[in-house]
């Protein structure tokens, strides 16, 4: 009686991960928020392969649902468990970020391989040919564990290159954090390992009693994930051309990661920089350091033709987050001295600052202000 509630419960589990699957496939592939709708290469860059990515889950799931107490369907469903969720998330952020980066032969054959062997593994599941897999798991079990890790350490890789690059993009960019426009993408980039784990558990401990239990548990966070995702996570701006702002945002990723490939090679000094440029890229700076939103692109507008690229290379060295920073931390500082009786939310303001939340996070990421910086600012305070 208690191995009959048992497989049950399994296959009940079974069934809500399903329906789930379903379900979250068929609302992403048809829902769009509106006007969003309307720009859905840029809004939703991978919404059709998210709702695929759903289905797929759930139509590998139905053999264990079926069988749930086959001993060749057991292996079958620890096995496609810990192959399926490294591939499907590393090709979600290529998809998704369209780099170069991440386009390598390796990845390639990688996912061929493991989509090959998902499917050989599916088909023969339910043709009946469990018994086949049961006869002989372990080596079955060894070579998907083996192709697993190898997956598992391409999604890592890409995972943390990723998240290098966001960062970057971000700081070279924009002189606020609640205008980075990745950021989500930054926070959700180790979600996939969450899934991972607890497929490797299962894997581990063969518990189908822990597989269940994992079933719903990943059923809710599908559900909460596809909840934030039907809302777009870029939003283009009103007066941008539709078409060219989908394209700029990925040429810019694409030459940020060219940046931080090439970093390692060599430094810049003080006397590589054109000094016209230089000084043309700090005076408009200094006079508009205090809009809060003042991105790179705004600053780059207003230097002259010829001095673009070397008023482009230099903010890129010093990192276009610090130097506006530095010169709203120092603003900062001397206001207060200035009015010391001031709330620290007037002073995050006056500075240029989004919000007070700003202000805090540019102090915790600069240490050091450059003193000819600083210098300049005591010329702006009133």
């Known amino acids: 009686m208690y191995l009959e509630s048992g497989t049950k419960f399994c296959a009940d589990a079974a069934l809500v991960f399903i329906v789930c699957c379903l379900v979250c496939a068929t609302v992403r592939w ?9 720009q859905e290469k840029y809004c939703y860059p991978a ?5 695929l990515s759903y289905l797929v889950m759930g139509v590998l799931q139905l053999p264990y649902f079926l069988h749930p107490s086959d001993p060749g369907t057991i292996v079958y469903i620890e096995l496609i468990s810990i192959l399926y969720f490294p591939m499907c998330f590393a090709i979600m952020f290529r998809v998704y970020f369209r780099l170069k980066l991440f386009d390598k032969p390796l990845y390639d054959f990688a996912f061929a391989f493991d989509a090959l062997l998902l499917l050989s593994l599916l088909l023969t599941t339910l ?7 049961a006869a002989h798991s372990k080596a079955i079990l060894a070579i998907g564990a083996l192709l697993s890790l190898l997956l598992t350490a391409i999604l890592l890789y890409i995972v943390l290159r990723l998240r290098r690059l966001i960062d970057y993009y971000h700081r070279q960019n924009y002189s606020d954090e609640s205008d980075f426009p990745l950021v989500f993408a930054r926070r959700v980039s180790l979600l996939p390992f ?3 784990v607890f497929m490797w558990a ?8 822990l ?3 994992s079933d719903l548990l990943l059923s809710a966070l599908m559900v909460a994930f596809l909840c934030v995702i039907l809302h777009p996570q870029r939003i283009p701006k009103e007066d941008a051309s539709k078409e060219e702002e989908q394209e700029e945002e990925m040429t810019e990723l694409e030459e940020c990661s060219q940046e931080v490939e090439s970093a390692a090679t060599g430094s810049v000094t003080e006397g590589d920089f054109d000094p016209e440029a230089k000084e043309q890229v700090l005076e408009i700076i200094l006079e508009r350091f205090r809009e809060p939103h003042l991105q790179k692109r ?6 002259s033709k010829g001095k673009v690229t070397a008023a482009s290379q230099y903010i890129s060295a010093v990192g276009y987050y610090n130097l506006i920073n530095m010169l709203r931390l120092e603003y900062a500082r001397q206001f207060s001295e200035a009015y010391p009786l001031v709330k620290l939310s007037i002073v995050a303001k ?3 600052f989004a919000s007070g939340s700003s202000f805090s996070k540019a102090k915790k990421s600069i240490r050091d202000i450059d003193p000819e910086i600083a210098a300049k600012v005591k010329t702006t305070l009133r």
């Open 350 to 352: 006056e500075a240029g």
């Open 298 to 303: 705004d600053v780059l507008a207003q230097i």
């Open 211 to 213: 597989k269940a239990v």
């Open 202 to 209: 299962v894997f581990l401990s063969g518990n189908m009693i």
């Open 194 to 196: 969450i899934w991972i």
């Open 127 to 133: 043709c009946g040919g469990s018994g086949f897999i």
């Open 47 to 51: 919404r059709r392969q998210v709702a």
């Open 30 to 38: 048809f829902h769009m928020c509106r006007p969003y709708d309307k």
